[in-house]
């Protein structure tokens, strides 16, 4: 079955480091997405992205953060200056979107520790 | 701003029993999701409701949703211990699966 897969499972960053984080979304899937998740808490959305441009945006996603989608595969999000409250478990989430029924895909997460 | 809660935060229950976890949401929204989450793990989709009075069942599992008070329930029955995790409902506030809400998480803990 077709997954949502994320690189790297983890990762620790100095303070004031850029960090990307990878995904490759399922491939026929047209709707990109980050999601986080503090520990302990609920998760949150960081944005969406469609036809090569966001689509919606929440108010974590300041300046720092930027997404691209470099090729025909891979989804990544950039975070240009870490924060210690940036720690957390990061989703990329994808869908396909045509069907009433469809359903957003989480990959398994990358966990980003900001020391 | 959209808030979805749920309730109860955590909840234990011994195998056999049955229970609800309740989602409630402050706007108005006919498309609702629950997540299962395992400790450490990603989130895995469980059920789709798309309209007033939808109901969807897998084993031990039932959802529904009921748009007009705004609620949507998850019922275990007769709970096994593999059912153990923390369970979200979450909601697409337009529709479109821009984006998503979540709840607070119910975290589950079935014993023997």
């Known amino acids: 079955e077709p997954e949502v897969t994320q690189t790297p499972s983890h990762q620790v960053t100095q303070m004031g480091q850029e960090v990307i984080l990878r995904c490759v979304p399922i491939?026929?899937?047209?709707?990109f997405y980050w999601y986080r998740q503090i520990l302990g808490q609920k998760v949150e959305f960081l944005v969406s992205?469609?036809?090569?441009?966001?689509?919606?945006k929440s108010e974590i996603f300041d300046d720092q953060f930027s997404v691209e989608r470099p090729d025909g595969s891979n989804f990544t999000l950039k975070i240009r200056s870490t924060k210690l409250e940036d720690s957390a478990m990061y989703f990329c989430?994808?869908?396909?979107?045509?069907?009433?029924?469809?359903?957003?895909?989480f990959g398994p997460g990358t966990r980003l520790t900001v020391l | 701003e959209l808030k979805v809660e749920q309730n109860p935060l955590f909840l234990s229950m011994q195998e056999g029993k049955n229970y609800t976890i309740y989602c409630n949401y402050s706007?108005?929204?006919?498309?609702l999701y629950w997540y299962r989450q395992d400790p450490g793990k990603s989130l895995e989709s469980l059920f789709v409701?798309?309209?007033?009075?939808a109901v969807k069942q897998e084993g031990r599992l039932m959802a529904s949703l009921d748009t007009k008070a705004r609620l949507s329930t998850l019922h275990i029955t007769a709970a096994v211990h593999d059912l153990s995790a923390t369970y979200f409902c979450?909601?697409?506030?337009?529709?479109?699966?821009?984006?998503?809400?979540f709840g607070t998480g119910t975290r589950l803990q079935v014993t023997l």
């Open positions: 989430a994808s869908s396909l979107l045509v069907s009433a029924t469809d359903t957003q895909y």
């Open positions: 491939s026929n899937h047209l709707y």
């Open positions: 992205f469609y036809n090569n441009e966001i689509s919606e």
């Open positions: 706007t108005t929204s006919d498309r």
């Open positions: 409701l798309l309209s007033n009075g």
């Open positions: 979450a909601v697409d506030e337009r529709g479109t699966a821009s984006k998503l809400t």
